[in-house]
């Protein structure tokens, strides 16, 4: 019951939301962005048969039945918990032309450290990775939370900015992909 409450909440939140978007929206490749952001981005990319990397936790069953309803396809795992499984099956969906989405500091952080699944995802898979970044002066941060999770207020104006296609080189060691991740993360840190 509260899952449903909670879906159909955020489904009406989010047809009041003012999306911008700076950037090209990409027909197939590895979508990232940041835990705290998540809610706009896929609310923008929703209906698009895309597929979304979700928790297998409690907290990720009512994000996967919200992702579900937006029109997403759900897998479930995390760098804890059914990682290498879920990473299968996310390089096979971007190989098969679908936007994967990712957030890659998640689910439970640390906040702008990325983790490799979406790294490795593109890699493996052949795919550009974008990164998305989202921006919205009307809305509810939640400072206590690990990822400072944002809430944009009704009928906020929300910017989601999508970067140039970033390619990994197949054959980058493990060495070269931590700095990559670590570029990443200074280039695209969190600002809130």
Known sequence: ????????????????????????V???????????EMLPVWALLAGQDAVALV??????????ALLECWGYRCVRGSSSRGGKSALEQLIEHARAGRLVLITPDGPRGPRGQIKRGAVLCAQHAGVPLFWCRVRCRWAWFFRRSWDHFMLPLPFSRVTVDISQPISIPHD???EDLARFRHELAERFAPSV
């Open 55 to 64: 928790s297998p936790s409690r907290d990720g069953a009512v994000l996967a």
């Open 1 to 24: 019951m509260k899952t449903t409450i909670a879906v159909l909440l955020l489904s009406l939140l989010r047809r009041t939301w003012r999306l911008r978007i700076i950037g090209q």
């Open 172 to 174: 980058a060691t493990d």
């Open 26 to 36: 990409p027909q197939r490749g590895i979508i990232a962005f940041w835990h705290g």
